[in-house]
């Protein structure tokens, strides 16, 4: 009777535990649950924590942290005619569990729907646009109006799409010699220009300053002359002045000053010593013995 009870008390544990087993379930924090029933979706779970189900229906995960999608590199063909190697991510993020499920059932399935949204809205973009679209700051709008389309799109199936990003934009590898030599051209074209432009500037620089010079000088030769010719000015009435205290003492310093100059290289002169040059040698006054009536010395 004791082994009957017990077998039956072991039995309905065990059913117990059978029936919590395939009736609770946990939810992390990081993940939404989706309950289906024979395949028919029931119900969605956000909240974390343990949870109840009936038996015989099945619970789907789905992550709703912000996830990344890296879509395949693919050539576009710019509006200039350029063709471009273009690498793109995505970043989204799984709003509406239930028509995820409706629509693509598995992520796998989605990212490959979300691929080839990406490819083509990509292309459209990138088609309406030349090169030097993506080096300028025009770049920031390509990717928003992108980035745009690509949430518009990927709204259909439950996600949100947060921001749409190039992990690299390459020149394909047969266009690359072509534009850097045209880019190489471009930049000496424009450093010839800013040379030329250097070099105007420069002798517009120095004509300027020569100008100024031969101004300055000019000025300073006017006012050294207007100085000078003051000073020969005062230096002339100053010796008229003295001088003309005592003209014979005048007459015998110019004389001086005449033999000094004319002597100061160490000329040799051959003279006859009865000539003006020597005439205060013969008489302190200076005066001709034979103009006065005065017989020379023998």
Do not use: C
Request: charged share 30%.
């Amino acid at each position: 009777m004791k082994t009957g009870l017990l077998a039956a008390i072991l039995a309905v544990l065990g059913g117990a535990a059978a029936l919590a087993f395939t009736s609770l379930f946990v939810v992390d924090q990081r993940q939404q649950a989706l309950v289906i029933e024979f395949g028919n979706p029931q119900r969605i779970i956000q909240a974390a924590g343990l949870q109840f189900k009936k038996p015989w229906q099945n619970v789907i995960f789905f992550d709703k942290r912000l996830l990344d999608f890296d879509a395949d590199a693919q050539e576009v063909t710019l509006g200039d005619q350029r063709r471009m190697v273009v690498d793109a991510y995505v970043r989204y993020r799984i709003v509406d569990p239930l028509e995820f499920y409706k629509t693509v059932q598995t992520e796998f399935a989605f990212r490959q729907r979300l691929g080839a949204v990406v490819n083509s809205t990509l292309r459209n973009a990138l088609g309406q646009v030349p090169f030097a679209a993506l080096l300028s700051e025009r770049r920031a709008a390509i990717m928003r109006s992108v980035s745009e389309q690509v949430a518009r799109e990927s709204a259909q199936f439950g996600v949100k799409v947060e921001d749409v990003r190039f992990v690299r934009a390459d020149l394909h590898p047969d266009n690359s010699p072509a534009i850097f030599r045209r880019m190489q051209t471009e930049r000496e074209r424009e450093a010839r220009e800013a040379r030329a432009q250097g070099s105007e500037q420069a002798q517009r620089i120095r004509a300027e300053a020569e100008r100024e010079r031969t101004v300055l000088v000019a000025d300073a030769q006017r006012q050294s002359q207007i100085l000078r010719g003051q000073g020969d000015a005062e230096a002339t009435r100053v010796y008229a002045e003295a001088f003309g205290r005592d003209p014979s003492f005048y007459d015998f310093w110019r004389s001086l000053e005449a033999q000094r100059k004319a002597l100061a290289d160490g000329t040799t002169m051959l003279l006859t010593p009865d000539g003006d040059f020597f005439r205060f040698f013969r008489d302190m006054s200076g005066a001709d013995p034979t103009r006065a009536g005065i017989a020379p010395r023998r």
